[in-house]
């Protein structure tokens, strides 16, 4: 499963559906990027500060308005201690007003920036220069971090972090926001809000960079370790260990599971037609570990004969 297809069609084989995570790519496609002959090809090319230009208009303005201020605050030529400290007011405000503007040339900056994710790894480009990459399988940790945001209860938005670690430190993090459909809008609290399901442009990233790293907890799981998912929720090669619930630390078998399902960021795993643990997928390494969990819930649902691949 290293190629894209193969990897969307595993998705579909594990029917690990996103439910509840809906939203259609707000950036046009960008064919101005080649396959990489290290890379691969394409997945998705984001800009790497989407608010990057508003935020740099805004400090540019007010900035400038600062500097303004501080100089035509500057004629008066009084020497009293209430002179000193308009001066000082002036100074300062000077200073502010000079950080706003450096702030707004990095922002500029970075709205010429495009994130670039292939099928093996990222790469960050400012117009047609490679400012760096990255091979999804050179890291040791990775995340993608979810959460939709509200304002006076009513739904504005969902920010989504993808970083990748090695050995504690940081080799390349992309953050964003997208709009999902809501099936019923108005001022509701979010528990009430409901959202259509399908994919984001970003999970084939995601699901890319799991099965990169996703090898090294296969091979834990075959030695007879156990993962944690998330939140003490735990894995080993037979079966899963809800830490809460009415099945709180007992094994549910692989062949035993119905259906994992991923709705509002977290895990559900269903058996007996119910549903018998509940994790988030926010944390780190989730994606990859869930990965090789899955791995072993297919092959336990084909030698059951409950299981048909398409």
């Known amino acids: 499963m290293r ?107 970075k709205a010429n920036q495009k994130c670039v994710f292939y099928e093996l790894g990222a790469a960050l480009y400012h117009k047609d220069k490679r400012l760096k990459s990255f091979r999804y399988a050179d890291a040791d940790e990775m995340r993608m971090h979810q959460r939709r945001l509200y304002r006076n209860g009513v739904y504005t938005g969902t920010s989504v972090t993808l970083k990748w670690s090695k050995d504690g430190k ?12 809501v099936r019923r809008g108005g001022p509701l609290t979010g528990s009430k809000q409901q959202f259509f399901a399908g994919p984001t442009d970003l999970d084939p990233v995601r699901d890319l960079a799991a099965g990169a790293l996703s090898p090294r907890f296969v091979e834990a799981l075959s030695r007879g370790e156990a993962l944690e998912l998330s939140e003490r929720n735990s894995a080993n090669a037979m079966g899963v260990t809800p830490a809460s619930g009415p099945l709180n630390g007992q094994q549910v078998a692989y062949a035993a599971i119905e259906d994992m399902r991923l709705h509002n960021f977290r895990l559900h795993v269903m058996s007996g037609g119910k549903e018998v643990m509940t994790c988030p997928t926010n944390t780190t390494n989730f994606w990859p570990k869930f990965c090789a969990v899955q791995i072993y819930w297919v092959a336990a649902m084909k030698a059951a004969g409950r299981f048909a691949p398409e």
């Open 3 to 109: 190629s894209l297809d193969k990897r969307r069609a595993a998705a579909r084989y594990h029917r690990a559906e996103v439910q509840g995570e809906t939203h259609l790519s707000q950036e046009p496609a960008t064919p101005e990027f080649a396959p990489d002959p290290e890379l691969g090809n394409v997945v998705v090319v984001k800009a790497n500060a989407p608010n990057a230009a508003v935020s740099g208009a805004f400090l540019l303005a007010l900035g400038g308005g600062m500097i303004i201020a501080a100089a035509a605050g500057g004629g008066g030529g009084s020497r009293s201690s209430s002179g000193g400290s308009a001066i000082f007011g002036q100074l300062v405000l000077g200073i502010l007003g000079a950080m706003m503007l450096a702030g707004a040339a990095a922002d500029f900056y």
């Open 170 to 181: 940081r080799m390349y993090s992309y953050s964003g926001s997208y709009k999902e459909i």
